[in-house]
Nanobody, 125 residues
Framework: QVQLVESGGGSVQAGDSLKLSCTKTTQTFARYAMGWYRQAPGKEREFVAVISWSGSGTDYADSVKGRFTLSRDDAQDTIHLQMNNLKDEDTAVYYC??????????????????WGQGTQVTVSS
C-alpha cells in the first residue's frame, strides 16, 4: 500500500467547477494506476475515474463522462480531477485510490488497494 494525500474539496454552486488533487507520497519503483471513488450520504461507494501510470489510459463513470477530466503530472505522482458543470448529485466524499498496474488499459474494475482519507465536495443549487 501507498500513502495518498488529497486536496481541493469544498462547497460550490451547481454549474461551478472544482479541482481535486491527489499525491502519492510513498516513493516506490512500481507503476501505479490512480483514480477516484466517491460516496454520497446513504449510498454505496462508487467508481468515478481512473488513469494509467503513464497518463495515456483513462476510464470514467458514465455519470461524469464529459464533465470530469482526470490528468496526471509529469512526475506521475500527482493526479488532478477537474470537475466542471457540477450537479447536486456530485455531492460526496471523494477518495483517491491507487493500485500497482503496468498497463495503460485501465478500467473501473481494478482492485484498488490504497485509499486516501477522503475530501468533501458539496454542490448546492
Amino acid at each position: 500500500q501507498v500513502q495518498l494525500v488529497e486536496s481541493g474539496g469544498g462547497s460550490v454552486q451547481a454549474g461551478d467547477s472544482l479541482k481535486l488533487s491527489c499525491t502519492k507520497t510513498t516513493q516506490t519503483f512500481a507503476r501505479y494506476a490512480m483514480g477516484w471513488y466517491r460516496q454520497a450520504p446513504g449510498k454505496e461507494r462508487e467508481f468515478v475515474a481512473v488513469i494509467s501510470w503513464s497518463g495515456s489510459g483513462t476510464d470514467y463513470a458514465d455519470s461524469v463522462k464529459g464533465r470530469f477530466t482526470l490528468s496526471r503530472d509529469d512526475a506521475q505522482d500527482t493526479i488532478h480531477l477537474q470537475m466542471n458543470n457540477l450537479k447536486d448529485e456530485d455531492t460526496a466524499v471523494y477518495y483517491c485510490v491507487a493500485t500497482i498496474f503496468y498497463s495503460d488499459d485501465v478500467h473501473r474494475r481494478l482492485d484498488f488497494g490504497s485509499w486516501g482519507q477522503g475530501t468533501q465536495v458539496t454542490v448546492s443549487s
